[in-house]
């Protein structure tokens, strides 16, 4: 079936510094990713959508300039959270889709930023 | 988010009992759903899904109907078992839009 391995699993960081996760999909072309945020006990919020090659669609109140995401290949889409300060910390959750599959998420990022 | 502040509503139910979890969904035009099942400090993982085409949906020991109508989604899972314990999404999603949408969640307890 559809994997998706996302990295790294957890990450301690000090405020001010950049953090990056990478998403990759193992056995298929994900033509589409997306990522998503999770603060505990809540729901997954989407961030933003990003095909391979194009610039990632931020949903209304998600800094782009702040959550920098690259689909360079259509194996791999990185979030870069930048300048990270201590209300970033959340659960990072990524998805990828392709044409012949459905959505495939990956394990997450637990983010604490200090 | 309509989740931020919000606790994620519980079911508790004993080993072998029927469990039920509802979902209302927003878009009229949402014509795809899925459940997830989350359990803590992983991804969702696939359970089922329907599209709008159907009202009704079996896996295995679960589940799910669809009613256009209300705008509403039901999981229900058979014979359910302590390792059935973890937070239940619905997600919506529509034919032409690439993105889903997750609800708010419901916690799943389930004692021995």
């Known amino acids: 079936g559809a994997v998706v391995s996302q990295h790294p699993s957890w990450v301690i960081c000090k405020s001010g510094t950049s953090v990056k996760i990478e998403c990759r999909s193992l056995d298929f072309q994900a033509t589409t990713m997306f990522w998503y945020r999770q603060f505990p006990k809540q729901s997954l919020m989407l961030m933003a959508t990003s095909n391979e090659g194009s610039k990632a669609t931020y949903e209304q109140g998600v800094e782009k300039d702040k959550f920098l995401i690259n689909h360079a290949s259509l194996t791999l889409s990185t979030l870069t959270v930048t300048s990270a300060h201590p209300e970033d910390s959340s659960f990072y959750i990524c998805s990828a889709k392709g044409s012949n599959y459905g959505y495939t998420f990956g394990s997450g990022t637990r983010l604490t930023v200090v | ?112």
């Not at chain 2, 999981?75 to 032409?96: K, R």
């Open chain 2, 1 to 112: 988010g309509e989740s931020v502040g919000l606790h994620l509503p519980t079911l508790s139910v004993q080993e072998g009992d029927n469990s039920i979890i509802n979902c209302a969904y927003s878009n009229s035009a949402s014509d795809y759903f899925i459940w997830y099942k989350q359990e803590s400090g992983k991804g969702p993982q696939f359970i089922i899904d329907i599209r709008s085409n159907m009202d009704k949906r079996q896996g295995q020991r679960v589940t799910v109907l669809l009613n256009k109508t209300v705008k509403h989604l039901s999981l229900q899972i058979a014979a359910t078992q302590p390792g059935d314990s973890a937070v239940y999404f619905c997600a919506e999603g529509a034919t032409g839009f690439q993105k889903l949408v997750f609800g708010t969640g419901t916690r799943l307890l389930v004692s021995p």
